[in-house]
């Protein structure tokens, strides 16, 4: 019986998700990979992070989007999982928001980190 979870997310791109968990501070290793669990079982990942307890977590692309992937009685993360996926969104959503704006020639000219936690982005294009 296996002991992974799979948590679903609205992630869809590798590279904005990558960047999302390096900007965390969150040491993870490209995949494809196995995520480690419970009895030595594994299960695929494109996205690894080992945890020291030697039970990992990843993201797993399910032909829709990267669902989360980790066996959750051995977590341990600085946040706990909800609090995690929230901050690797946000993270997410920003880099996807700036890579979209660049693609069709803006620049971010603006950013602020509120006290609330929400980020504010400014984003102009000079037209001739």
Same mark, same amino acid.
């Given at each position: 019986?296996?002991?992974?979870?799979q %948590?679903?997310? @609205?992630?869809?791109n590798?590279?904005?998700?990558?960047a999302a968990?390096t900007d965390l501070? %969150?040491?993870?290793k490209?995949?494809?990979?196995? #995520?480690r669990?419970y009895r030595?079982q594994t299960?695929?990942a494109e996205?690894?992070i080992?945890q020291?307890?030697?039970y990992?977590?990843?993201?797993?692309?399910?032909g829709q989007?990267?669902?989360?992937? *980790?066996?959750? @009685?051995? =977590?341990?993360q *600085?946040w706990?999982v909800?609090?995690?996926?929230?901050? #690797?969104? @946000?993270?997410? *959503?920003?880099?996807t928001v700036v890579?979209a704006?660049?693609q069709?020639?803006f620049q971010v000219s603006?950013q602020?980190?509120r006290?609330?936690?929400s %980020?504010?982005? #400014?984003?102009q294009? =000079?037209?001739a």
């Amino acid at each position: 019986m296996s002991h992974f979870s799979q %948590i679903k997310t @609205q992630i869809r791109n590798l590279s904005s998700l990558k960047a999302a968990l390096t900007d965390l501070g %969150i040491d993870w290793k490209p995949g494809p990979r196995e #995520v480690r669990g419970y009895r030595g079982q594994t299960h695929p990942a494109e996205v690894v992070i080992e945890q020291e307890n030697g039970y990992d977590l990843g993201f797993t692309w399910n032909g829709q989007e990267y669902e989360l992937v *980790a066996d959750l @009685q051995f =977590w341990q993360q *600085a946040w706990p999982v909800d609090y995690f996926l929230k901050k #690797v969104t @946000q993270r997410y *959503a920003f880099h996807t928001v700036v890579s979209a704006s660049t693609q069709q020639g803006f620049q971010v000219s603006e950013q602020q980190n509120r006290q609330d936690g929400s %980020i504010r982005l #400014v984003v102009q294009r =000079w037209s001739a």
